[in-house]
């Protein structure tokens, strides 16, 4: 079961340049998510999807920009990559929960560093 | 601003000794999970609290979330080496869609 894939696992950027992180999803889920994660800082959301064609900003977006064209496909873009978007992005899915959250399936990550 | 500040940071016992983490909020949630990261991975899934009060199990793990859904606990009996690894409260009150995050709560079981 592939689940949640992240590609790539690893990059090293330049200041300035742009990138793109891979994000695909066999569960059918209908939410997408990326969320970044720092050294003592937790999970940080990033942007959001609820479903084809939908994105929403989370708590850290700028720098990043998201689409959502397949339910499967949740790719993040990075323009003009800084040294603070070093960090280890992580993709995520889950059903609808309602009021009840459902669980997240997270991608095995990207480490990203900006020199 | 909703935040979930977790206790200890770090921590670092025997193989065999009991311990407790803490998830702790101003903030009521509706939900609340406990997720378990380890290096080079994404987290996983524990459990997820939903009641005020409510209390459950997960072999040697008990989870508790608070009376007034404020706060949760996730208490470990006889730790073991494999128990070792970043443990993540995370909280919810939208239906998933905007869950926030502790830092979580780094855990070493030495042998």
């Known amino acids: 079961n592939a689940g949640v894939t992240q590609t790539p696992k690893f990059r090293i950027l330049k200041i300035g340049q742009s990138m793109t992180l891979q994000c695909t999803q066999d569960m059918n889920h209908n939410y997408m998510y990326w969320y970044r994660q720092d050294p003592g800082m937790g999970l940080k959301l990033i942007y959001y999807s609820v479903g084809a064609g939908i994105t929403d900003k989370g708590e850290v977006p700028n720098g990043y920009n998201v689409s959502r064209s397949t339910t499967e496909d949740f790719p993040l873009r990075l323009e003009l990559a800084a040294p603070s978007q070093t960090s280890v992005y992580f993709c995520?899915?889950?059903?609808?929960?309602?009021?009840?959250?459902?669980?997240?399936?997270f991608g095995e990550g990207s480490r990203l560093t900006v020199l | 601003t909703q935040l979930l500040e977790q206790s200890p940071q770090f921590l670092s016992i025997q193989e065999g000794e009991n311990l407790t983490v803490y998830c702790n909020s101003s903030?009521?949630?509706?939900?609340l999970q406990w997720y378990r990261q380890e290096p080079g991975e994404g987290p996983v899934l524990l459990v997820t609290v939903v009641t005020g009060g409510e209390v459950k199990k997960l072999k040697r793990l008990t989870f508790q979330f608070g009376d007034a859904r404020k706060d949760s606990s996730l208490h470990i009996t006889a730790a073991q080496p494999g128990d070792t690894g970043l443990y993540l409260c995370?909280?919810?009150?939208?239906?998933?869609?905007?869950?926030?995050f502790g830092a979580g709560t780094r855990l070493f079981v030495k042998a």
């Open positions: 903030s009521v949630f509706s939900s």
């Open positions: 995370a909280g919810d009150n939208t239906g998933g869609f905007k869950t926030i």
């Open positions: 995520a899915s889950s059903h609808p929960g309602g009021s009840v959250t459902g669980e997240l399936f």
